[in-house]
């Protein structure tokens, strides 16, 4: 591949399914807020002022300080302009994003309702400065248990519409059964949303069949570690279950050694729908630019198999059809 097809290939239009809201914080907007409010949040931080943890549950803990600053509605409207912003420098122009309530009023659904009310002005104006439209997903956090998991869906359900689309899991995977949580899944179901859950990133095979049968998901966070059992893979593919792939998040977190030994291309070679995001970008040291490059360096994929990814991605989205057919014709090649 030349130089020309590789910056062809880097600057097309792009969708992301797996981006969590306060993981698209950058560092500085963080350490900002923190000193506006005056709380010292030196010890998530390196020298070089890049997030420092040492794993992934460290990540998660260092993550909700991260998150421990944004207090208010205007915060998270502000973290909206901040997160789309870099997004769109990248190339998204569709993007679907997590939100937890347990962050944004602590599962009250009123207080919710303003949280949201914020987040999606600030994306309306995104949307028109910079041509990125977004889209809202409601996780839940597993390891905050399956009680509170409920609040989370309770404020989804209320709170369901054409911005509002999907419902779906984060947090430790190493916590409890994704089955604990099918109650939320139902009711979130019953509210006409799409759903989602984590699965299969740091738990194997079975916990990716767990997440498609006991909560009826049309996508899975990550699922990559499906290839350890060709039936999964098979099941997702004869399903069309669609994997938000997070390569770079992957590597970095030592879910996989190096990006040649991911299975992302043994994953789409064998028929499932994979798709292609950056999870937490500044955390993971990554971009949507970023990781289409390493794609393309790694597999020597073209212009034609990344557009097909995004095609794949707009199928799989949780927006109405609209908003999916307005998409897609960005994505042709002019
Ligand atoms: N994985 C799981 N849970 C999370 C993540 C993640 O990357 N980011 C925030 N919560
Ligand atoms: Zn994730």
Redesign the pocket.
């Known amino acids: 591949m030349n130089e020309d097809q590789l910056h062809q290939i880097i600057n097309l239009p792009k969708t992301e399914l797996h981006l ?1 809201f306060e ?1 698209g914080a950058p560092p500085a907007f963080i350490r900002g807020l923190a000193k506006e409010k005056n709380i010292d949040l030196s010890r998530i931080f390196n020298e070089d002022g890049s997030y420092a943890y040492r794993d992934f549950v460290h990540f ?1 803990s260092v ?1 909700e300080a991260a998150t421990s600053v944004l207090k208010t509605p205007e915060d998270f409207a502000r973290l909206c302009t901040a997160v789309l912003e870099q997004s769109a420098e990248n190339g998204v122009v569709y993007s679907e994003t997590f939100l937890s309530p347990d962050f944004c009023g602590g599962g009250d659904v009123a207080a919710w309702r303003e949280y949201l009310h914020a987040i999606r002005e600030a994306a309306e104006a995104a949307e028109k400065s910079h041509g990125i439209t977004l889209r809202g997903v409601v996780t839940c956090i597993r390891h905050f248990g399956p009680e509170q998991a409920k609040t989370a869906a309770l404020c989804a359900a209320e709170t369901a519409d054409d911005w509002l689309v999907g419902f779906g899991m ?2 430790d995977e190493n916590k409890g059964k994704q089955r604990d949580y099918a109650y939320s899944f139902d009711m979130a179901r019953e509210a006409g949303l799409h759903l989602t859950s ?1 699965a299969g ?1 740091w738990r194997g095979p079975q916990e990716v069949r767990e997440a498609v049968e006991d909560l009826g998901v049309s996508r899975i966070g990550h699922g990559v570690r499906a290839i350890g059992d060709l039936a999964v893979v098979d099941m997702l593919a004869e399903q069309g279950v669609t994997l938000e792939v997070c390569p770079g ?1 992957n590597v970095f977190l030592g879910v996989f050694p190096s990006l040649d030994k991911h299975p992302i291309e043994q994953l789409r070679d064998r028929g499932v729908n994979v798709t292609v995001s950056t ?2 970008p500044p955390f993971f040291h990554t971009t949507m630019r970023r990781e289409y490059d390493a794609l393309a360096k790694t597999f020597g994929w073209d212009e034609e198999i990344f557009t097909e990814l995004n095609r794949t991605a707009m199928q799989a989205a949780f927006c109405d059809a609209d908003t999916r057919d307005a998409i897609l014709k960005k994505l042709e090649r002019p």
């Open positions: 969590h993981g998660l993550y984060a947090g984590h990133e998040s999870d937490d």
